[in-house]
């Protein structure tokens, strides 16, 4: 059987929403939460509170809702998923609390960062605290399939991490390495959270790298949309400031796109602005309307479709149903960010 690539419709009206998603795991995800504060929990009180200032913040919980909706898709009637999907949540939370401090932010989700209220080394060990539980819940559900693909998700995380940091600044950074540092430190915990409800809903290989696909494309789409509309969205719909990886020497797929179209002049203009010469308020208001007169933010979302079209196509595989029809408009919810 062929399979067909299903087009992203990101004016399509009404416009897409969590909303399905949020109502097909609702009540599994209000176990999820009451585990996650159970396990958030410690005699030592800082770590509940800076871990509860980041988990408290509004963020959508994407992530653990992709491992309970991918288990309702299978028709899984356990339980297992729900301290999975908290052990995905304790390992996202980790890495923000993590990023955070590397890149000196202030702002996620329209408040201020962990470590600008608690400090730096406060927020990288209550980071470590949270993987620490996130390994604990893995190890509690028993399956070293299970233990395997989320322990190898936390090693690319750091992985991905890494070599971005070793990236920041280089202008000359190729699109495909881009594209593996953000499968890298984005794609693998979506695929990893798909992927691990085929284990407990104990299905085929076929099965597993289905749902690993589906939240690897949609990981790589998301991240695509993030880095585009860094340079064109605001802090209030964005949740940090905007051009926050300009500022940081970040070289995301626009810059690379509009860096590799551009005259020697923009060029050096470019070179200076990523190494940290000339980034203040002038130049990145430079630098948008380069990314917007190279075409080099359209061109990052219409790859972002790309990759969520592939999403979508990858639950061509399951039949239709709510489960198969939520987890369709979430990728189509993911790349409406950017319209």
């Not at 301290?83 to 702002?107: N, P, Q, R, W, Y």
């Not at 233990?147 to 890494?162: D, M, N, Q």
């Not at 691990?196 to 949609?218: M, P, Q």
Request: one cysteine or more; aromatic letters at 6%; proline letters at 4%.
């Amino acid at each position: 059987m062929t399979a067909t690539v299903h087009p992203i419709r990101p004016n399509r009206e009404p416009a897409p929403s969590l909303q399905p998603l949020l109502n097909l795991v609702a009540g599994d995800m209000n176990e999820v939460n009451r585990c996650i504060l159970e396990r958030m929990q410690s005699p030592v009180s800082l770590i509940p509170a800076l871990a509860g200032h980041l988990i408290a913040g509004g963020g959508k919980r994407m992530r653990p809702m992709l491992t309970l909706a991918c288990a309702r898709l299978l028709d899984y009637a356990g339980t297992r998923h729900h301290k999975l999907a908290a052990c995905v949540e304790f390992i996202h939370t980790a890495t923000l609390l993590h990023d955070d401090v590397v890149d000196g932010s202030g702002l996620r989700r329209g408040k201020e960062t962990a470590n600008l209220i608690y400090g730096n080394p406060a927020t990288v060990l209550v980071g470590d605290f949270l993987f620490s539980r996130s390994f604990e819940l893995m190890v509690e559900d028993g399956s070293l399939r299970v233990l395997k693909i989320l322990s190898h998700a936390s090693s690319t995380i750091a992985e991905g991490e890494v070599d971005q940091l070793t990236a920041a600044r280089e202008i000359e950074t190729t699109e495909d390495r881009y594209l593996d540092i953000i499968s890298a430190k984005t794609a693998v915990l979506f695929a990893a959270a798909c992927q691990i409800a085929a284990v407990v809903a104990e299905r085929d290989d076929k099965t597993e790298a289905a749902l690993e696909s589906f939240g690897r494309n949609l990981g790589i789409a998301f991240q695509l949309v993030d880095d585009a509309i860094d340079y064109v969205s605001d802090a209030d719909t964005m949740g940090k400031s905007i051009g926050d990886d300009f500022r940081e020497g970040k070289v995301t797929l626009p810059v690379i796109l509009a860096y590799q179209r551009a005259s020697e002049e923009d060029r050096l203009f470019w070179r200076d602005a990523v190494s940290g010469r000339a980034a203040g308020d002038e130049e990145l208001a430079r630098a948008v309307e380069l990314l917007k007169s190279s075409r080099a933010v359209d061109d990052t979302l219409a790859r972002a479709r790309h990759y969520g079209s592939r999403a979508i196509d990858a639950l061509a595989h399951f039949p239709n149903g709510p489960a198969r029809a939520a987890l369709t408009e979430t990728v189509e919810f993911a790349i409406a960010r950017a319209y």
